[in-house]
């Protein structure tokens, strides 16, 4: 094989291993509330069952749209993919009974909203800077 062949066929591997690795999900909660936060209770929380931490401040609930990592996240905390999370939402929203979660397209900025909401909850990927909030799950 010459050698701009070998050049393609090693990038192709390369970008085939790294679209395979996954960033696991992280729940992040503003570093002010003291509640706890256990499997059960995130998801009551996610799927809006729960609107309130314990201390009595209103939850909000911030995720990533289009974001295939946090997608994951929805699925293993909620049972739902991305499209019936916010169906589900809206249904809540439009009935009344809930608030349709901040979607964001920058994990940056879903961790800025975060940092400087008490009652918010996030749903990110450990790979993104966690300074200022703490991690929950």
Request: charged share 20%; proline share 4%; no cysteine.
């Amino acid at each position: 094989m010459n050698a701009p062949i070998k050049s393609l066929v090693a990038a192709g591997i390369a970008f085939v291993s790294a679209s395979m690795i996954h960033a696991a999900p992280a729940v992040v909660v503003n570093p002010e509330n003291a509640d706890s936060v256990d499997a059960d209770i995130l998801s009551a929380y996610l799927i809006g069952k729960r609107k309130f931490w314990e201390s009595g401040g209103e939850v909000i609930i911030a995720v990533l749209k289009d974001d295939a990592d946090a997608n994951g996240a929805l699925q293993q905390f909620t049972k739902m993919d991305d499209s019936r999370f916010k169906s589900h939402w809206q249904r809540l929203a439009f009935s009344g009974r809930g608030t349709m979660p901040k979607q964001f397209s920058d994990p940056a900025a879903l961790l800025a909203f975060v940092k400087v909401n008490k009652g918010a909850i996030g749903l990110v990927t450990d790979t993104a800077d966690l300074s200022g909030v703490k991690k929950v799950n």
